[in-house]
T-cell receptor
Framework: GENVEQHPSTLSVQEGDSAVIKCTYSDSASNYFPWYKQELGKGPQLIID?????GEKKDQRIAVTLNKTAKHFSLHITETQPEDSAVYFCAAISSYKLIFGSGTRLLVRP | DAGVTQSPTHLIKTRGQQVTLRCSPKSGHDTVSWYQQALGQGPQFIFQ???????QRGNFPDRFSGHQFPNYSSELNVNALLLGDSALYLCASSGDRGWNTEAFFGQGTRLTVV
């Protein structure tokens, strides 16, 4: 069935450093890939997304890249800040539904 | 715009009971999806409603059922609750018939089954 794998499960960086989270997906028909940030006690918040006709998308300190041939996509956060600390989920859309990765807990140390 | 709103925020039920969770989608959205998120895991798709009908269903038993109303709001019903049903239940809404478009989540309902 459809599957999304996400790595690493935890990531600790110093404030100001970059963070990279990687995902792979199995359904070759997937054409939309959102990223969500989830803080404690809250629902997932959409932070950036990318569609299959685009290789890279950037929004201020956040960027996402997509390699459709390899079925890989990644989230890049530059100049990390303590408020970036949260759980991040990648997802791929498959037949209308979102298939989520298992999440990455990002800790930004001041 | 209030975004996606869910009620209640927290709920405690006893095994065997039934529960109903509610969701109001973001203004302008016509598609509602429900997800179950166990502690420390990613959300798992339960089902999706569009035009008051269930369009897609994930790998969940028939104890999980839902409904969408003409104003696009939705309910999730779970019968014969099990301890394993304890989780955060998330509602997501999207527009454009839910196809290949942004999905926005509510804050969730934390269900505890004792």
């Amino acid at each position: 069935g459809e599957n999304v794998e996400q790595h690493p499960s935890t990531l600790s960086v110093q404030e100001g450093d970059s963070a990279v989270i990687k995902c792979t997906y199995s359904d070759s028909a997937s054409n939309y890939f959102p990223w969500y940030k989830q803080e404690l006690g809250k629902g997932p918040q959409l932070i950036i997304d990318i569609r299959s006709n685009v290789g890279e998308k950037k929004d201020q300190r956040i960027a996402v890249t997509l390699n459709k041939t390899a079925k890989h996509f990644s989230l890049h956060i530059t100049e990390t800040q303590p408020e970036d600390s949260a759980v991040y989920f990648c997802a791929a859309i498959s037949s209308y539904k979102l298939i989520f990765g298992s999440g990455t807990r990002l800790l930004v140390r001041p | 715009d209030a975004g996606v709103t869910q009620s209640p925020t927290h709920l405690i039920k006893t095994r065997g009971q039934q529960v109903t969770l509610r969701c109001s989608p973001k203004s302008g959205h016509d598609t509602v999806s429900w997800y179950q998120q166990a502690l420390g895991q990613g959300p798992q798709f339960i089902f999706q409603y569009y035009e008051e009908e269930e369009r897609q269903r994930g790998n969940f038993p028939d104890r999980f059922s839902g409904h969408q109303f003409p104003n696009y709001s939705s309910e999730l019903n779970v019968n014969a609750l099990l301890l394993g049903d304890s989780a955060l239940y998330l509602c997501a809404s999207s527009g454009d018939r839910g196809w290949n478009t942004e999905a926005f989540f509510g804050q969730g309902t934390r269900l505890t089954v004792v």
